[in-house]
Structures are given as C-alpha cells and as structure tokens.
C-alpha cells in the first residue's frame, strides 16, 4: 500500500548489511542485491525494515533497498535506466502498471518454484514478468467526525456539500491515482472524463503520491482521501481509534493487485530469482498485514483482529490488463 505510514522522504535508501550464519559481515560487492521499492514499503513502519534483514541472514547478502517515490515513479526510474540497468528487483508493479512495464520491455520473466502459494485469482500477467505478492481494494476514506453522511457511490462524490473535500491522487505518477482511474473507466467507459469533470468540484488536491496525499488527510487538510478498504485497520490497531472509515460503493470496488519482477539485464539475476521465491514464503507474507496493510497473496496468512474494520467490497471491479496497456496512454491524456 500506499501504505501506512511514510510521509516525509521522497527519495531514501535504506543499505542493510548481511550477516553470515557464523556472524561475519559480508562485504563482497558482487553479492549485493538492489530493490526499488515505492515509499510506504521502505518506510520504517513499512515491509522492507522485516523481511530484508531475514532475507539477507538467509542467503548472506547486502540488500540496497532503494525507495524512489511511489509505485508510478519506481517503474518510472528502472524505464529511464533500462539501457544501464542499476536494480535487480522493482516491488509494487500492480496490475494496471503491468501494461506500460511490458511496452517498455523492463522485465525478464521468471516463474518461481513455489508460485502455487500465490491465490489463482490474483495471477494477473501469465508470462510471470510480474509475481503477486499482496491485493487490496481502493476505497474513498472519510473521517467520521467531519463527515456524518458519507458518500455511497461514486455519483455521491460530486454533490455539492463534497466541494473541495477530496484528496486525490495523479494517476500519470501514483499507482493508487492510476487505479481510479481505472475504476471510473471500468463504472463509465467512454464518459469517464464527464465524470471527472464534475468531481474537479470536490477536489480539493492531486499530489503526485499515495503518502502525500494521506499525510494531508491526517492532518486535517480534508476530510476524505483515495486509499484503501484496509486503511481504517491502521488506525484501529495502532491508534485504538474507529475515526477513519471506508465508504463503501455497492457498485463496486476497483481492485489492485501489486507484485514484484526481475528487471531485465539485472547485475545480480540469480539472487533476484531467490528474492522473488522469498517473497512467497511465509516469513514474508505474514510481514504484509501489519506492515504494508493489503491482504496477503497466500491465503495462508491469518489476519489480525483490526480487520475486522476492513469492509470487503461484494463487487469487484477489475480491467482486464490487455485492455489497459491498448488504452493507458489514451485515458491518461484524455485525464490530463
């Protein structure tokens, strides 16, 4: 996610050192493994302070975890970079990035052995360029102690007493933006731009990223913001609070499906393939409810008590990706 709750760095690295089983550091260069990670997931209460250090205890490797903004700007670093390739892994691909990912050829695909841990439904690319590791629904949350009457669809969302209400996000740098993009596509097709028309009304601003934009809504600058189902479980687990809440639409509910993939011409191919594998184990995905706050790809994880105050959506909204990547660049300036 887009993600609880990094809302400072724009650009930080996070060099872990490995340890051997015999307590040595390792030092040796070619054995390092470089990650791009969007924010919340480098973030010090994000997954990557957890699993890197198991990973690397494991197979005695330094992990250079490399946050380059949100998820948009991940794909977008590795693109510019794609002829000298720095990384070895890119975290946070989603199911609607997949499309420019693979016009810009940026993976090599590679199915791992335990690829069965991962839930069918969410397989979203079947050449496996792109792993599933977690899944979540976008949601409009509001805090309940502004708002008394929140919207039910997203017709709601353009009355008048919404007028600059809204924290959104661009969908041309944030993958959360992207998604609902996605999700007014997928309720109005062709007349989407009408609807976003009407919305501008309740925008009160577009940031470039997720952590942005909800750090301005937890400081109060208004009093709904584009996040996810499973937000309001952060705030009941770690701050006792019930304030914030997802509206739930009974039209449904725009589904993301985040993975990770080896880049194409990565320096360190074989330790990516193990990370990926790693990332499918159970060390890993019990790390992503209370860290990352989707639900795992495994079913295997048990969730925690907050959430409870997750809502599941009874409709699943989901395009299918050939679909986005014939499409994306249209919609994207038909949005602009």
């Given at each position: 996610?887009?993600?609880?709750?990094?809302?400072?760095?724009v650009?930080?690295?996070?060099?872990?050192?490995?340890?051997?089983?015999s307590?040595?550091?390792?030092?040796?260069?070619?054995?390092?493994?470089?990650?791009?990670?969007?924010?919340?997931?480098?973030?010090?209460?994000?997954?990557?302070?957890v699993?890197?250090?198991?990973?690397e205890?494991?197979?005695?490797?330094?992990?250079?975890?490399i946050?380059?903004?949100?998820s948009?700007?991940?794909?977008?670093?590795?693109?510019?970079?794609?002829?000298n390739?720095?990384?070895?892994?890119?975290?946070?691909?989603?199911?609607?990035l997949?499309?420019?990912?693979?016009?810009?050829?940026?993976?090599?695909?590679?199915?791992?052995?335990?690829?069965?841990?991962?839930?069918?439904?969410?397989?979203?690319?079947?050449?496996?360029?792109?792993?599933?590791?977690?899944?979540?629904?976008?949601?409009?949350?509001?805090?309940s102690q502004?708002?008394?009457?929140?919207?039910?669809?997203?017709?709601?969302?353009?009355?008048?007493k919404?007028?600059?209400?809204?924290?959104?996000?661009?969908?041309?740098?944030?993958?959360?933006?992207?998604g609902?993009?996605?999700?007014?596509?997928?309720?109005?097709?062709?007349?989407?731009?009408?609807?976003?028309?009407?919305?501008?009304?309740?925008?009160?601003?577009?940031?470039?990223?997720?952590?942005?934009?909800?750090?301005?809504?937890?400081?109060?600058?208004?009093?709904?913001?584009?996040s996810?189902?499973?937000?309001?479980?952060?705030?009941?687990?770690?701050?006792?609070?019930?304030?914030?809440?997802?509206?739930?639409?009974?039209?449904?509910?725009?589904?993301?499906?985040?993975?990770?993939?080896?880049?194409?011409?990565?320096?360190?191919?074989?330790?990516?393939e193990k990370?990926?594998?790693?990332?499918?184990s159970?060390?890993?995905?019990?790390?992503?409810?209370?860290?990352?706050?989707?639900?795992p790809?495994?079913?295997e994880?048990?969730?925690?008590?907050?959430?409870?105050?997750?809502?599941?959506?009874?409709?699943?909204l989901?395009?299918p990706?050939?679909?986005?990547?014939e499409?994306?660049?249209?919609?994207?300036?038909?949005?602009?």
């Amino acid at each position: 996610m887009k993600k609880l709750f990094f809302l400072a760095a724009v650009f930080c690295v996070i060099s872990l050192q490995a340890v051997t089983a015999s307590g040595k550091v390792e030092n040796s260069e070619s054995s390092n493994l470089v990650i791009y990670a969007y924010d919340s997931f480098v973030s010090e209460w994000g997954p990557g302070p957890v699993v890197i250090p198991l990973f690397e205890e494991e197979y005695g490797v330094k992990v250079n975890l490399i946050s380059a903004g949100d998820s948009g700007q991940v794909l977008q670093k590795a693109i510019l970079e794609k002829d000298n390739p720095k990384a070895d892994i890119l975290i946070g691909i989603d199911n609607n990035l997949l499309a420019k990912a693979l016009e810009e050829s940026i993976f090599s695909p590679y199915k791992p052995e335990n690829i069965s841990k991962v839930q069918k439904k969410l397989l979203f690319d079947p050449e496996c360029n792109v792993i599933p590791f977690d899944y979540g629904f976008f949601s409009i949350i509001y805090d309940s102690q502004k708002i008394k009457d929140p919207p039910a669809s997203l017709e709601d969302l353009l009355q008048p007493k919404y007028k600059k209400s809204l924290i959104m996000m661009d969908p041309r740098t944030s993958s959360p933006g992207l998604g609902f993009l996605l999700w007014t596509i997928s309720e109005y097709g062709d007349n989407f731009t009408d609807y976003w028309t009407k919305l501008k009304g309740s925008i009160l601003t577009v940031t470039d990223g997720w952590d942005t934009g909800y750090g301005l809504f937890t400081n109060g600058e208004a009093p709904m913001v584009l996040s996810y189902t499973t937000s309001p479980a952060y705030h009941v687990e770690y701050e006792n609070t019930t304030r914030y809440r997802a509206a739930v639409f009974p039209e449904g509910h725009y589904m993301q499906i985040e993975g990770l993939g080896i880049v194409k011409n990565a320096p360190n191919r074989k330790m990516a393939e193990k990370f990926v594998e790693f990332a499918l184990s159970k060390e890993f995905q019990n790390a992503i409810p209370l860290t990352n706050w989707m639900y795992p790809a495994s079913d295997e994880v048990n969730l925690p008590d907050s959430f409870d105050y997750a809502p599941v959506p009874e409709k699943k909204l989901l395009l299918p990706s050939n679909e986005i990547r014939e499409n994306v660049d249209k919609w994207l300036t038909q949005w602009t």
